[in-house]
């Protein structure tokens, strides 16, 4: 199987081919292709980031139309009442089907939503709170904040397996 990630960030290319691997027993051939999202580089609502990651499939699939899966992958953020919480939607498209879902949320330590309300990305915010460079490339919010119990690539992961189940259970879908 053929599949194109919508990103050349090594965390997302790691959890589209993990993904893959728990869900089919072939392995998957796998292309990265920048696609632009259509988004704000930070999205701040549910919404947004899920119109994020389907239009870096759609975007993924009009470059590289040969492919059989597009998957986009987008992190973001949402302001709530109860405080700033972190997530991210995986859309996976075929010719003609489309799989999505989100991973889990969390909530985001004060430092980290005070520098995002002053305009800095997550990832740049996370370096800046806990001295590192590069996270979202690394272990992201989720793996600086659990110490890598759950690291970036698991926690993508676990939502491409489950924008992955119309793909595996075609007679249900």
């Known amino acids: 199987m053929k599949v194109a990630v919508a990103s050349n960030n090594p965390v997302k290319t790691a959890a589209v081919a993990n993904g893959m691997a728990k869900m089919f027993s072939e392995k998957a051939e796998i292309i990265n292709v920048s696609a632009p999202s259509e988004v704000k580089d930070q999205p701040t609502s549910d919404q947004e980031t899920y119109d994020g990651a389907f239009n870096r499939a759609k975007n993924a699939r ?24 972190a997530f991210a939607w995986v859309v996976v498209l075929s010719k003609d089907k489309i799989g999505h879902a989100k991973s889990a949320t969390f909530f985001l330590p004060e430092k980290v939503s005070h520098l995002i309300k002053q305009g800095k990305e997550l990832g740049e915010a996370d370096d800046i709170v806990f001295g590192k460079s590069n996270s979202k490339q690394q272990n992201g919010a989720v793996g600086l904040l ?25 007679e249900l879908y």
Not at 65 to 78: H, K, N, R
Not at 146 to 169: C, G, H, Q, V, W
């Open 146 to 170: 659990t110490e890598n119990a759950i690291d970036r690539t698991s926690y993508y992961t676990e939502a491409m397996i489950l924008a992955l189940i119309p793909f595996k259970n075609t």
């Open 62 to 85: 009009d470059l590289l139309p040969d492919q059989d899966l597009w998957v986009g992958i987008e992190g973001g953020i949402e302001d709530t009442l109860k405080g700033m919480t």
